[in-house]
């Protein structure tokens, strides 16, 4: 095995799966099996066209991108890689929450290890949502505008976020809408998500329904005119 640690700053997306823990309890290890398979493969599929700028690992209820290097031209990849792989976990009914970050990171051990401070931002970051959302870290979005590149036009809103009781942060952020440009039909997610809800736990309904109103308000629709009569 390569010890060789790899350092530099990368841009992070970091997701936790939600309800991963209580399923460990209550399901048969092959129907786990089935569903970390799934996620895999939509993990790899979506790196793999982008796997000159993006790299990832895994553990457990874990899954994390990351760039390459720090150069400008590897976050259009991360991005894309971060959003399609959260679409496609919730069309599959798996609940996810995530951050992107941006900073040192260490990776050794044949890409089996990483550490460093982005890292550890986005797993803050992320863990603290109180719903099924995507959002960029201080870090990411300080990066971004230093750079010319406005989050606003990348399908992100500035605003505050669904957070946990138990946060020690209400900063507002830049949150993923699931809506980039104008759609002539409401987000097709909705009727998944609130599939999930409902036969989702009580104490965990409310992330469903915090998700459900985000989209709601930011989601974008072609505007009907109306039909003038003419006699």
Not at 9 to 34: C, M, N, R, Y
Not at 109 to 128: C, N, P, T, V, W
Not at 164 to 169: H, I, V
């Amino acid at each position: 095995m390569d010890h060789c640690w790899q350092s530099y700053d990368a841009w992070v997306a970091h997701f936790d799966l939600l309800g991963f823990k209580a399923k460990l309890k209550t399901l048969p290890i092959s129907i786990l099996q089935e569903e970390v398979d799934e996620i895999v493969k939509s993990f790899q599929a979506e790196a793999k066209e982008f796997e000159k700028n993006v790299d990832y690992l895994f553990y457990a209820d874990t899954f994390i991108f990351y760039s390459k290097s720090d150069e400008n031209k590897d976050y259009p990849g991360l991005l894309h890689v971060a959003t399609h792989f959260m679409e496609k976990c919730i069309y599959k009914g798996i609940a996810l929450r995530g951050a992107i970050s941006f900073g040192e990171i260490a990776v050794g051990y044949d890409k089996r290890i990483m550490i460093g401070d982005a890292f550890l931002d986005s797993h803050q970051h992320g863990e603290d949502q109180d719903w099924l959302g995507l959002i960029l870290t201080p870090t990411a979005s300080n990066r971004l505008k230093a750079v010319k590149l406005d989050p606003a036009r990348q399908g992100f809103v500035y605003g505050k976020t669904p957070r946990r009781e138990c946060s020690k942060s209400n900063d507002e952020v830049y949150a993923y809408s699931f809506c980039r440009g104008v759609s002539n039909f409401p987000c097709p997610l909705l009727h998944k998500l609130k599939e999930m809800q409902l036969l989702s736990p009580e104490d965990a309904k409310l992330k469903y329904e915090n998700t459900i109103r985000f989209i709601e308000k930011h989601w974008r629709m072609v505007q009907s005119r109306p039909q003038h009569l003419t006699e």
